[in-house]
């Protein structure tokens, strides 16, 4: 059996949104936790005609483009000053996703799943090739996204094994600079086990992609997850999956009364209500 990729969620609209319609949500880079997360280093060494030439590629009004040539041309504005205009431009270019190879890391459900009174989802491998990949329902979604076929979007691997911030250089590397820093972290991340689903915002203009259900394979609830949340959250495994033949199995986790771990116990659905 192909491994499984883990979503940690707090008990939310979002999380509702998640398990009834599939919704996953993408962020921005500087919309995580992590000050450093898909942060990048400015070079902004670089010629007035690769300042100009990346002038034209920028996605701004015509007339603003026309005022920041001349002033360019004129030496009113240095590289060093427009680089951060390119890089602003950039920066929100790329989101991403994140999943874990774990489903009981106990600071994952500390820090992502509301310590421990969320959930955790488990979203099937779908992909035999290099990089593991979920499956998303592309619907209406615009452009031609840059998946594996038929809505597969790879799930790469976080890189933590990098001391540096990786460089950018806005007249000269592209929006793959981005891609690289959305799966490069800090050494202090590696217990996170991430992989990153990536998302180009300027094609596809949604912050929302939404997953192929016949992929959802595993839910496993908090060790503090509340009757009540416990009792929705399992009423909508059962309305939106189990009674369409979507074989999800369901956990609860407890807390160890031995060590520092969790324990897992399957819930039989046929007695869960």
Known sequence: MPPIYYKYRPINYH???????QEIYFSFGHEYNDPFDSKVRIDASASIEEVLATLEKTPIPEDIKLSLRKKIENNEISPEQYSFTAYEVAKTTIMSSCFSSERSNVLMWSHYADSHKGICIGLANVSNEEYPAIKFDLGNIPGDPPTLE?????????KYDRD???????????????????????KFWKYEKEHRILLAYKKYKTKVLRFDRRFFRELYLGARISVPDKTRV????????LKKNIPVRVFQTKISTQKFKLDIEEINMNSAF
Do not use: C, W
């Open 15 to 21: 999380t509702e949104q998640l398990l009834r319609n």
């Open 150 to 158: 038929n809505g597969v979007f790879p799930a790469f691997k976080v």
């Open 164 to 186: 540096e911030i990786i460089v950018f250089k806005p007249y000269q590397d592209d929006i793959s600079t981005f891609m690289d820093a959305h799966t490069n972290k800090a």
């Open 234 to 241: 399992l009423e909508i495994v059962e309305d939106e999956y």
